[in-house]
């Protein structure tokens, strides 16, 4: 069974930062390096929106609504995917999720479910207040 787990969320002020987790597992010798990995989010009343995400080539893409100001890395030694958020702001509380999938073709960020994607976490809460 593969599975990914996030942490790293809290409640901070408006300016303020934090650094989500996305840690993978599964079986003997699982690299999560064969994924794209997704940061999605969602707040009470909206829809799921993407965030961002990163290739097995580490080619990262943002939102606009985030761009400049979060950045996606990851470390495959330790099959995880990091989050860095900065200038957080009101807009940014949500759920955030990490998601992830394998398969070939077009980078998924127009989400309707988070059953879209192959594998997805339990999320973790950002709350941002002003």
């Known amino acids: 069974q593969v599975y990914v787990v996030e942490s790293g969320g809290g409640s901070v002020q408006a300016g303020g930062s934090l650094r989500l987790t996305c840690a993978a597992s599964g079986y003997r010798d699982f690299r999560f390096s064969r994924y794209r990995v997704y940061w999605v989010r969602q707040s009470p009343g909206k829809s799921l929106e993407w965030v961002s995400d990163?290739?097995?080539?580490?080619?990262?893409y943002y939102a606009d609504s985030v761009n400049q100001r979060f950045t996606i890395t990851r470390e495959n030694g330790k099959n995880a995917v990091y989050l860095q958020m900065d200038s957080l702001k009101s807009d940014d509380t949500a759920m955030y999720y990490c998601a992830a999938e394998r398969r070939g073709g077009t980078a998924l960020r127009k989400p309707l479910s988070l059953h879209d994607y192959e594998l997805w976490g339990q999320g973790t809460q950002v709350t941002v207040s002003s």
């Open positions: 990163i290739s097995v080539s580490g080619n990262t």
